[in-house]
């Protein structure tokens, strides 16, 4: 009798992960999709809407989470804060974390990108796409390079962030309802990791973390806030939900710039909480660090989790997967070996050399969300915290009280990249008339 239990339970083992690789996909029968530029998303997800008090066309945002391999989106509700709808697991993105930086670097972007209706590409050879935006004006200040960088169907990434066709469908309907709802630009957040405090400290000794750091303050801004920050670039550097008199100059000098009131205090608030969970972190991890995994270490995972299971498609992993927590004297030796990969990746764009861990002998000054420039210590809180009374910037291209619609109109077929160089009115004036 216990032989035949165990048995069964083994099998229920062996149909929950089938159900499991089903759930990464969205449950839609391709066969049965008529016209996929129009297709109209699930009853279950239109149903969650109106449980959560949001509008089918109210606007949305994009945020995707390389290391866990997430991509969610978000929607604004009745009070215009914007909260989780769905989530996906992206089945492939190459490369390692850490940004783009030239053209055949096989990075998938990192940063900060507004997506248009001439973004969308419904005749992508990969089902659907939409186009990233990179270069935008960030990449395009500091020299970087590359274009047609996607989030697509059909599995299969060079620099993209690739999904199953069953989950850009319904990315593609998230996005052309939103913006048939009167939405004028999409921002899309693409981070190396969630930037917790723990996070931060685990990945302090990447070449990388000064532009993590920067990136923090945008990912800050949006947890007290819950609204997509206000991005503008000056010094090639991105700066947040800041005020200022004059034009911002990518490659210029920065105007002087001040940051709401209000929203200031919220930022305290939340970066003393920060303070607290960063201390704790640099003393649980105080002589270790996270080694990123390569994208053959992610996949070499997931054939080794799926070994002998026929798929329609190959996902490429997460790193939290294949990565793992290292003495650092052990990390150096390991990073050593794999120096010549680091080289042909393109400096910054791969994980540090001996060099640039031994140099890194304290962690790096965290980044001040309001000054928007390394601080004493530390990091941030949650949202929960701030009083609901707090009036919260919201950033004009997402801004649900459009005074109409815009007219859809059918994106060109040719994946090209787009820039974000549209002029924006400021935030803050709508922010003062009550939004």
């Keep these: 009798m216990r032989i035949r239990h165990l048995a069964y339970m083994s099998l ?11 759930l990464d996909t969205a449950s839609i029968d391709l066969s049965k999709v008529k016209n996929k530029v129009e297709q109209p998303l699930p009853s279950r997800i239109l149903a969650d809407m109106t449980k959560k008090g949001m509008d089918r066309n109210s606007p949305i945002m994009i945020r995707i989470f390389k290391e866990e391999g997430t991509m969610e989106i978000l929607k604004a509700n009745q009070s ?25 670097d096989r990075q998938a972007p990192e940063g900060f990108y507004n997506l248009t209706p001439a973004n969308l590409n419904p005749n992508s050879k ?38 199953t066709d069953q989950q850009v469908l319904e990315i593609y309907a998230f996005a052309r309802d939103a913006f048939k709802g009167g939405q004028k630009s999409i921002q899309l957040e693409a981070f190396p990791f969630r930037m917790t405090a723990e996070n931060m400290w685990k990945h302090r000794l990447s070449p990388n973390i000064d532009f993590w750091k920067m990136l923090k303050v945008g990912y800050d801004n949006f947890e007290v806030t819950k609204r997509p920050p206000e991005v503008e670039v000056c010094e090639k550097k991105y700066v947040f939900n800041q005020q200022a008199g004059e034009p911002f100059n990518a490659g210029g000098k920065c105007p002087v710039m001040t940051t709401p009131p209000a929203l200031q205090v919220a ?45 329609a498609y190959a996902p490429t992993g997460t790193a ?39 140099m890194a002998t304290a962690a790096p000054a965290p980044v001040d969300p309001v000054a928007q420039q390394p601080a004493q210590t530390g990091d941030i809180a949650v949202a929960s915290n701030i009083p609901t009374n707090v009036p919260i910037p919201m950033a004009n291209p997402m801004n649900p009280m459009v005074s109409a619609p815009l007219a859809y109109a059918p994106p060109p077929p040719v994946e090209t990249a787009q820039t974000d160089t549209a002029k924006k009115p400021p935030f803050w004036k709508f922010w003062a008339k009550g939004e």
């Design 267 to 311: 930022l305290a608030t939340y970066d003393k909480q920060y303070q607290a969970d960063y201390a704790s972190a640099t003393k649980k991890y105080d002589d270790v660090a996270w080694y990123d995994p390569t994208e053959a270490e992610r996949k070499a995972v997931v054939a080794k989790q799926r070994k002998g299971r026929d798929l």
């Design 126 to 163: 990969y089902y659907l796409a939409i186009n990233t935006g990179f270069p935008n004006r960030y990449d395009a200040a500091n020299g970087r390079s590359g274009a047609n960088l996607m989030i697509h169907g059909a599995c299969s990434s060079s620099g993209c962030y690739s999904m």
């Design 80 to 104: 215009n804060r914007f909260e989780v709808i769905a989530s996906y697991s992206i089945c492939a993105w190459s490369g390692r974390l850490g940004p783009k930086v030239k053209e055949g």
């Design 320 to 358: 939290l997967a294949a990565g793992k927590m290292m003495k650092v004297a052990d990390l150096e030796t390991m990073m050593s070996n794999q120096s010549s990969q680091q080289i042909a990746r393109g400096g910054t764009t791969a994980n540090p050399t001996t060099a640039s861990i031994r």
């Design 12 to 22: 229920m083992a062996l149909a929950l992960a089938g159900c499991n690789d089903a």
